[in-house]
């Protein structure tokens, strides 16, 4: 009898009574204790199933192989044998295993990227979708506003017309006015007066022509207009979503959100959503009649304010960031998130050259002297200088290292000084015509979202991200 495990003569041999097996007793105990089962067919066995066999006590013989030493050197180097070849398959296997876990481990990690990015891309897709809001473009009155794409109305045509012939004729050989503040009055700026936090996430801000009232608005949706000799908001407006840029139309507030609509507040008051959604930037006409915005939705729309209705809206290739009218009214530029400033005429809506400024247009700023403007990129220390008679390369007249990041930049009505804020502080460029050299007149830390100046550039108003309203004079 030999024993179904060991293969051996079983000292104390049991048989199952279910499969008939023979087994040494203490190997199929131990092995019932931890398994229930028979090891040969695999059917529930129990301890109390086995039965004790009666057999003569057998006295081993020594094999034959071990009674010299020869023999017994033999036989160790059989079991080195074996033990070698078996090291050489685990050595095998275990290779193998690392090879199997490697190309499981660059798989998984091959699936995350793809899922982070597929999160990515539908986060973003949710967050582009919950921004657009297509309107059926009607006003506050009722009044259905007619989009046209093929230009300006006759009347408004004439009004560009007759703004571009007026102010065109003195522009580059007028002199400064008498009154106007000089380089060492600026030099002198100091903080004249300060705010206290008026709206969150603040990055607009529109002076009015008097220099008294300035319109501040922040994420909150809440736009105000704030009096600069008081030192206090006068009046709130609820704007609906964060305001993205804000102008004045008389002393109508007019202020663009980030849901779309551009609002008109005071007397006649006015609600416009010919954007799919955001409207970026704001920018009034100088006959300050026709108001245009630029959106995420790749177009610009121009409105007539008078007749309280939007009159023409073109689509172009990227998403517009900001804008601005120039001085003489003829021309209209939007800054674009491929890094353009196009340039389109305002009475056709045709595109009329565009300046390559590098990255994303975070502002515009037209000089009065009717052929430079100034632009920045986001996150730019730079300004660069365009000069709108030359093309490519050659339109960049001056690029002016401001020493810190910039968000918006205004010329002064003569057209000699440049400020540049940003959340570092503040900076105003001097334009010398008789020499024809740049020079910086003062920089102070004051950081800024926004920046307009004031009468006769005697003051600079200045607003932050907190929506601080500063004063500098």
């Given at each position: 009898m030999l024993c179904s495990i060991s293969g051996e003569a079983p000292q104390h041999p049991v048989a199952s009574s279910k499969?008939?097996?023979?087994?040494?007793?203490?190997?199929?105990?131990?092995?019932?204790?931890?398994?229930?089962?028979?090891?040969?067919?695999?059917?529930?066995?129990?301890?109390?199933?086995?039965?004790?066999?009666?057999?003569?006590?057998?006295?081993?013989?020594?094999?034959?192989?071990?009674?010299?030493?020869?023999?017994?050197?033999?036989?160790?180097?059989?079991?080195?044998?074996?033990?070698?070849?078996?090291?050489?398959?685990?050595?095998?296997?275990?290779?193998?295993?690392?090879?199997?876990?490697a190309t499981a481990l660059y798989q998984h990690d091959a699936a995350v990227r793809v899922i982070a990015r597929?999160?990515?891309?539908?986060?973003?897709?949710?967050?582009?979708?919950?921004?657009?809001?297509?309107?059926?473009?009607?006003?506050?009155?009722?009044?259905?506003?007619?989009?046209?794409?093929?230009?300006?109305?006759?009347?408004?045509?004439?009004?560009?017309?007759?703004?571009?012939?007026?102010?065109?004729k003195s522009r580059r050989k007028r002199p400064a006015p008498k009154e106007w503040a000089d380089s060492e009055v600026i030099g002198n700026f100091g903080v004249a007066t300060q705010s206290e936090p008026l709206y969150p996430g603040c990055t607009s801000l529109a002076v009015d022509a008097s220099g008294q009232l300035a319109i501040v608005g922040g994420s909150d949706g809440v736009a105000g207009v704030y009096s600069i000799p008081e030192n206090k908001v006068q009046q709130s407006f609820k704007a609906g979503s964060a305001v993205t840029g804000a102008v004045w139309y008389g002393t109508q507030p007019v202020v663009s959100t980030s849901n779309g609509a551009v609002k008109v507040f005071g007397d006649n008051e006015v609600t416009f959503t010919s954007h799919a959604g955001s409207a970026n930037a704001l920018a009034l006409h100088p006959s300050g009649d026709i108001l245009a915005s630029v959106g995420v939705d790749k177009s610009f729309v121009f409105y007539d304010l008078p007749g309280g209705k939007a009159v023409t809206q073109v689509n172009t290739d990227s998403e517009l960031t900001?804008?601005?009218?120039?001085?003489?009214?003829?021309?209209?530029?939007?800054g674009g998130a491929d890094g353009q400033i196009k340039m389109f005429h305002v009475k056709t809506g045709e595109n009329a050259a565009n300046f390559e400024l590098g990255g994303p247009v975070q502002d515009i700023a037209f000089s009065e002297n009717g052929i430079w403007f100034a632009?920045?990129?986001?996150?730019?220390?730079?300004?660069?200088?365009?000069?709108?008679?030359?093309?490519?390369?050659?339109?960049?007249?001056?690029?002016?290292?401001?020493?810190?990041?910039?968000?918006?930049?205004?010329?002064?009505?003569?057209?000699?000084?440049?400020?540049?804020?940003?959340?570092?502080?503040?900076?105003?460029?001097?334009y010398t015509k008789s020499s024809k050299s740049w020079s910086d007149v003062i920089s102070t830390a004051v950081p800024a979202t926004a920046v307009e100046w004031g009468p006769e550039a005697k003051t600079l108003i200045t607003v932050n991200g907190d929506g601080i309203v500063t004063v500098l004079g």
């Open positions: 499969s008939g097996n023979v087994y040494e007793k203490r190997l199929i105990e131990a092995y019932i204790t931890e398994n229930h089962k028979d090891p040969v067919n695999g059917e529930e066995l129990e301890i109390t199933d086995l039965i004790d066999l009666k057999s003569a006590k057998i006295v081993t013989p020594r094999p034959p192989t071990l009674t010299s030493i020869p023999s017994l050197l033999s036989t160790f180097q059989n079991e080195w044998d074996s033990l070698a070849l078996e090291s050489y398959t685990l050595r095998q296997q275990l290779q193998e295993t690392r090879q199997e876990l597929l999160t990515r891309e539908r986060n973003e897709a949710r967050d582009a979708l919950s921004r657009v809001s297509i309107g059926a473009g009607s006003a506050n009155n009722g009044d259905a506003m007619q989009i046209d794409s093929q230009g300006l109305p006759e009347e408004l045509a004439a009004k560009v017309d007759d703004t571009q012939e007026k102010l065109s900001t804008a601005a009218f120039h001085p003489d009214g003829h021309l209209f530029a939007a632009a920045v990129a986001k996150g730019s220390n730079n300004v660069v200088v365009f000069d709108l008679r030359k093309e490519g390369k050659a339109a960049e007249a001056k690029v002016l290292e401001i020493g810190g990041q910039v968000d918006s930049i205004r010329w002064d009505y003569t057209g000699q000084y440049l400020a540049a804020s940003g959340p570092r502080g503040l900076t105003i460029s001097q």
